[in-house]
C-alpha cells in the first residue's frame, strides 16, 4: 500500500483512514459500512498536470449523508491521472492515464476501493470520458486530436481495446454526452455542437456526425453540457462568454432550439471562464462553475418550461475545472487547480448553495465524481 498524504486532516479522521485500510487489507470490519442503512456515497478525486504538481493517484473518500463530509479511505495508484467516468449501476470507475491510456475498476459498494480490471490505450490523449445510459459503451472526446472515439463494453463493463472507434469531430472537442434516450451523442466543441447518431447494433456511433448546433449570437464557445434527468431539455456552460444557454431537445431528430442564455457571474466580472455544469438529480436546479471568478452558480428551473432563474454565486475551490453533485441532491463537490476540496450545500427549497466544508489537500483535485450505493439488503 502507497503511502497516503492528505493535509489538514484532524486526528478523527486519521483514525477512520487507518480502520479503513485495514478493512480493505481484510483485517478488520468496516463499521461504517456494515452499520450504515442510508447506503454508501464515495467521491472520487483525480489530479493532473493542471495542477501543476503530480499526485499518482485517484483519492477515494467517504462521503458523509449527514452533512457531505469527507474522509480519507485509501488512494488507487495510478500515473498521470485524469478524467473520471462512473457507471453506479454497474459498479465500474474509468480513470484516464495521460497522455492516452483508460483504466477501468471495479468498485466495491461497501467500501468505495478500487480492483483493477483492463487498461486499453486510444489514438490520443483524451481531455473528457463518459459512459452512455445504457452502460455499454465508454465514450471519449480528444481535444488536440480533434476526435472523438466510442469503445464497446463487455459484459463486465470492460473496453474492449479491438473495438476502439475514432471519428473526426469539431475545433477544440471539450466533452461528449448521450442523450437520455439513448439515441444521440453531442459534443461540444469550439463555436458548435456535434451530434452523432449510434450505429445500428448500438456499440459505436454512426461514422458521421448528424448535424452541428450552432449556439446563440455571440461570444459563446461550449464547453460542457448536461441533460435534464426526465426532460427533453439540454444545459451548457459556455467558456468565453461565462454564461449557460438553455436548449430544448427534439426527441425524435434530437435538433436543439437555444431559448434562453444567462451569465455565471455578476455583471462587472469581465474576466473567468466557464468550465463545468451539472443538474440536480430531481431536476429541480443547475450548477455551472467559472475559472478565476473560483464560483459556482446556481440557477432553478422552471418545470414547465425548462427556462432558468438564477440564485447566484458561491465561492467554491481556486480554479473549479470540474465538480460534482452527490446521487443524493444535497451537496456539491469542488475540487480545482488549487490545493482544496470545497463541500456545498445545496438547500431543498431554494437551491442555494453554501459552503460546508472545505479541505486542504497536497495536490488540488481537478477532476471528481461521487457515486451512491444502495444498503445491503
Request: aromatic share 8%; hydrophobic share 35%; net charge neutral.
Amino acid at each position: 500500500m502507497r503511502d497516503i498524504s492528505f493535509r489538514g486532516w484532524p486526528k478523527a479522521a486519521w483514525a477512520a483512514l487507518a480502520m479503513a485500510l485495514q478493512c480493505l487489507s481484510g483485517h478488520a470490519a468496516a463499521p461504517e459500512a456494515a452499520a450504515a442503512n442510508d447506503g454508501v456515497s464515495v467521491a472520487y478525486f483525480a489530479g493532473s498536470d493542471f495542477s501543476r504538481s503530480k499526485r499518482n493517484a485517484i483519492g477515494v473518500y467517504r462521503m458523509s449523508s449527514a452533512d457531505g463530509g469527507l474522509t480519507p479511505v485509501v488512494e488507487q495508484p495510478l500515473e498521470n491521472p485524469g478524467p473520471l467516468a462512473v457507471h453506479a449501476g454497474n459498479r465500474r470507475l474509468y480513470a484516464v492515464s495521460y497522455p492516452d491510456k483508460i483504466h477501468a475498476y471495479e468498485i466495491d459498494p461497501g467500501t468505495g476501493g478500487l480492483k483493477s480490471l483492463v487498461e486499453i490505450q486510444l489514438p490520443g490523449r483524451p481531455e473528457y470520458i463518459a459512459v452512455d445510459r445504457r452502460g455499454r459503451c465508454l465514450l471519449a472526446a480528444m481535444y488536440h486530436q480533434k476526435q472523438v472515439v466510442a469503445c464497446p463494453l463487455d459484459e463486465q463493463g470492460r473496453p474492449e481495446a479491438d473495438r476502439v472507434q475514432a471519428l473526426d469531430a469539431g475545433e477544440r472537442p471539450h466533452a461528449i454526452l448521450g442523450d437520455r434516450h439513448g439515441k444521440f451523442v453531442y459534443v461540444p466543441c469550439a463555436g458548435e455542437i456535434w451530434q452523432y447518431a449510434w450505429n445500428e447494433d448500438g456499440t459505436g456511433l454512426a461514422p458521421k456526425e448528424v448535424a452541428r448546433h450552432k449556439p446563440p449570437q455571440g461570444r459563446h464557445r461550449p464547453r460542457h453540457l448536461w441533460f435534464h434527468p426526465t426532460k427533453d431539455w439540454l444545459y451548457v456552460v459556455n467558456e468565453s462568454s461565462r454564461t449557460v444557454t438553455f436548449f430544448q431537445v427534439d426527441p425524435e431528430t434530437g435538433g436543439l432550439t437555444a431559448v434562453q442564455t444567462l451569465p455565471t457571474v455578476p455583471e462587472d466580472v469581465v474576466k473567468g471562464s466557464g468550465a463545468d455544469i451539472h443538474v440536480t438529480p430531481d431536476g429541480r436546479f443547475v450548477y455551472a462553475s467559472t475559472r478565476e471568478h473560483d464560483s459556482i452558480a446556481g440557477f432553478s428551473i422552471d418545470q414547465k418550461s425548462g427556462e432558468l432563474t438564477p440564485l447566484g454565486q458561491a465561492a467554491t475551490a481556486r480554479g473549479p475545472r470540474d465538480f460534482a453533485i452527490d446521487p443524493s441532491g444535497r451537496f456539491v463537490v469542488a475540487g480545482g487547480t488549487g490545493r482544496s476540496i470545497v463541500v456545498h450545500a445545496i438547500d431543498e427549497e431554494s437551491g442555494r448553495t453554501k459552503t460546508k466544508h472545505t479541505y486542504d489537500v497536497a495536490v488540488g483535485p481537478v477532476w471528481v465524481e461521487v457515486v451512491g450505493f444502495p444498503p445491503p439488503r
